[in-house]
């Protein structure tokens, strides 16, 4: 069982930064696959940016386009999100996720486990 906490969001202007923050109880944390979903008002929840047990290896959305960066710390049980350049489209709600294979899949059904999301406003 894992638990789920994000942090980080705000009401930030357009080409401003925003720091996302999940931390985890848990001790498998270290095993999980971590991501990062958003859903907007009227759309879909949608892959942001998934990273692997290790933090060896990280996967994003097409339209992150080299913005955002999702790293892990497995000895504090945390997953961030820098989002740089941040654009009216990026507001949304930040769903930190966890999932049991380690491999960081982009699909929001392979995930297990979620927090309860954090609102990200880019004002233009």
């Known amino acids: 069982q894992v638990q789920l906490v994000e942090s980080g969001g705000g009401l930030v202007q357009a080409g401003g930064s925003l720091r996302l923050s999940c931390a985890a109880s848990g001790r498998s944390f270290s095993t999980y696959g971590m991501g990062w979903f958003r859903q907007a008002p009227g759309k879909e929840r949608e892959f942001v940016a998934t990273?692997?047990?290790?933090?060896?290896?990280?996967y994003y959305a097409d339209f992150v386009n080299g913005r955002f960066t999702i790293t892990r710390d497995n000895s504090k049980n945390t997953v961030n999100l820098q989002m740089n350049s941040l654009q009216s489209e990026d507001t949304a709600v930040y769903y930190c996720?966890?999932?049991?294979?380690?491999?960081?899949?982009?699909?929001?059904?392979?995930?297990?486990?979620w927090g309860q999301g954090t609102q990200v406003t880019v004002s233009s």
């Open positions: 996720a966890a999932e049991g294979t380690g491999r960081g899949p982009s699909n929001a059904d392979a995930y297990d486990y």
């Open positions: 990273i692997t047990w290790s933090g060896s290896t990280a």
